[in-house]
């Protein structure tokens, strides 16, 4: 197999050393003679596994102690109905910020069950921007104030915190870890894991204390994210082995300096995409500069006719998922945290070498 860089953007790539360790350990952990796929989920085995996966995980987001981690299922989209169930009552008004493609799935599922107040849009500029802060209209009672931190598909990524009176609610599926994070700003992060954390089928939701035990009584009982932190994330069977890999990943971003450490990669990374996008007449990249994500770095060529022989050629050099999203078009790559430099260098080369000969 030669050498492939996969610019997916979820489920994604993971760190090559983590795919090894999982792979020696695969069918016996630690001298148990049982894989992790094998082991009972409330066994001594596991709930080593699944506390130092916590532990770490606290350690990476220096984490205070008023705030529970919970290892849960049914992705993002669970959460896009949890949060209002669970911070809201019926007639309670909710208020959110509308940056594209994820924050308004999260809109259209929070109609269902609170009265919604979109405080800003992108929509006017295609979703390429961050609204100006200053011109938010927050609405005075909100019983909460949802963003996603980095829209995935359009490529958009909010480079600072917003204020907020009300408690602050976080879809941070794609950027999460990427960068350090003052948590004590946020009422309730959540996040699916197959961006930036680990396999698919395990969501992460990071929620303060003060704020469990609070929803509304129709809530159906796996929806209430005070059952999964009475049960210590054991109400029912987790994602036991997604659960263990995101805890190798959580050693190995510790190792690579912490999420300080793996920043200053990240940002290395996407300014090299960025400036060798923008140096060409050829490629495009459409967002506003000061919030393009360093996660997700959307472009397209001057002429669509080229696309399937530019991905055809990626291909060919293990440049792989460049497709952007069937809703944009053009191509995207995705640089998480376990894309190496060497992999957007590839792409860089790739890109110049394409402009050269196609442009
Ligand atoms: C991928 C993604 C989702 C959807 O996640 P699921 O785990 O498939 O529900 C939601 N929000 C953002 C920002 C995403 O990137």
Redesign the pocket.
């Known amino acids: 197999m030669t050498q492939v860089y996969n610019f997916s953007s979820?489920p994604a790539v993971l760190p090559r050393e983590v795919m090894l360790a999982a792979q020696a350990e695969l069918t016996d952990w630690h001298g148990t003679g049982m894989s992790v796929m094998e082991m009972s989920h409330r066994g001594r085995e596991f709930t080593q596994i699944i506390t130092e996966a916590e532990a770490d995980l606290r350690k990476l987001l220096a984490l205070p102690s008023d705030y529970t981690v919970l290892f849960m299922q049914g992705?993002?989209?669970f959460h896009f109905a949890m949060v209002p169930l669970n911070l809201a009552q019926e007639g309670d008004t909710v208020d959110y910020v509308d940056t594209g493609h994820?924050s308004r799935i999260a809109i259209k599922e929070a109609r269902r069950y609170a009265n919604v107040h979109v405080v800003a849009s992108g929509e006017a500029g295609r979703f390429t921007s961050i609204p100006d802060e200053a011109q938010w209209q927050h609405s005075s009672k909100a019983a909460y104030l949802h963003y996603?931190s980095?829209e995935?598909i359009g490529g958009v990524e909010f480079p600072f915190v917003p204020q907020s009176q009300a408690p602050l609610v976080c879809?941070m599926?794609?950027n999460i870890l990427s960068q350090p994070l003052d948590v004590s700003r946020f009422g309730l992060i959540y996040a699916?894991a197959?961006?930036n954390i680990g396999p698919s089928g395990l969501?992460l939701a990071i929620v303060r204390d003060d704020l469990l035990g609070r929803a509304r009584a129709a809530t159906p009982t796996m929806l209430d994210y005070q059952v999964h932190a009475a049960a210590d994330s054991l109400y029912n069977t987790p994602p036991t082995f997604a659960i263990y890999v995101a805890g190798l990943v959580f050693k190995w971003l510790l190792e690579q300096g912490g999420l300080a450490g793996i920043a200053q990669r990240n940002i290395e990374k996407a300014a090299l995409l960025y400036e060798t996008l923008d140096a060409s007449g050829f490629y495009h990249c459409p967002v506003d500069r000061p919030y393009r994500s360093r996660m997700n770095v959307p472009f397209r060529l001057t002429e669509d006719r080229l696309d399937d022989a530019f991905l055809e050629g990626a291909k060919a050099r293990g440049l792989l998922q460049l497709k952007g999203h069937r809703s944009v078009g053009g191509m995207r790559a995705s640089i998480y945290n376990a894309m190496p430099l060497e992999g957007v260098k590839a792409l860089c080369d790739y890109l110049r070498e394409f402009e050269k000969t196609h442009g």
Request: with cysteine; net charge neutral.
């Open positions: 979820g992705g993002a989209h994820w996603c980095n995935t879809d599926s794609s699916g197959q961006k969501t």
